[in-house]
């Protein structure tokens, strides 16, 4: 078993937040997997489902950010697993909007959430970093990840979203590459290799067939040109 966690705040008033992407992130992995519904245990909502043949416990902890790991940590504790068996989804200033990075173990940089994950569970465990860009100052970090995402955001956000459902169960293999080649071709697919109409054979103006080749004497032609 496995434990995917998603960072966030409760309730309505940060549904939409920055800081709570990796509670929306959960959400559609949910939703697209056919996961149990959403229920209370473990200071958080949880959701059981399978994810590529693996069962996978998803946490979404209720207790705020800055005490997430409480949540974590029991839930972690209580099935008897080890942080190698953790996965957090996590929002990262670090990282430009609609960017993306899988690493295991590290520092948590001044997030919260991690920061009590860490005290938690200890720093082994791996993380699914969610760029949503920097405000340029750290004076303006704090209203910056507590305000929701611009209007011009959601048509990335749904392309990471959409990305990290459909690798998610890549994720629950243990294959961070092919989860992240999932995300990578919702939010920059490449690009189509058909030639463009105009420029194909069957588009072009037809040209005119090859004269045939004139197999008449010099004598046969001038004789025709006075008939």
């Known amino acids: 078993m496995q434990i995917f966690a998603g960072l966030g705040n409760p309730g309505a008033k940060y549904a939409a937040n920055r800081h709570n992407i990796g509670f929306m992130a959960l959400d559609r992995i949910a939703s697209d997997h056919g996961f149990a519904p959403w229920k209370t245990k473990f200071q958080a909502e949880i959701a059981e489902g399978l994810l590529g043949g693996e069962k996978v416990l998803l946490i979404k902890p209720m207790t705020f950010m800055n005490l997430s790991g409480q949540s974590v940590g029991e839930a972690m504790r209580f099935y008897k697993l080890t942080p190698a068996e953790i996965t957090v989804f996590h929002d990262e200033l670090d990282l430009a909007p609609g960017k993306l990075r899988v690493k295991t173990g590290g520092g948590h940089a001044g997030h919260n959430g991690l920061r009590s994950i860490h005290q938690h569970i200890g720093p082994d465990y791996a ?25 011009a955001d959601q048509d990335w956000l749904d392309d990471v979203l959409r990305g990290c459902s459909d690798g998610a169960p890549d994720l629950a293999r243990g294959d961070a590459g092919r989860f992240m080649n999932a995300v990578a071709l919702r939010t920059a697919p490449p690009r189509s290799s058909t030639t463009p109409a105009a420029a194909t054979p069957s588009a072009r103006t037809e040209e005119p067939p090859a004269p045939e080749e004139d197999r ?11 008939r």
């Open 216 to 226: 008449r004497s010099p004598l046969q032609r001038l004789a025709d040109k006075f």
């Open 127 to 151: 993380r699914v970093r969610m760029g949503i860009g920097h405000p340029g100052h750290k004076d303006r970090v704090a209203g910056y990840v507590l305000s929701d995402f611009a209007k």
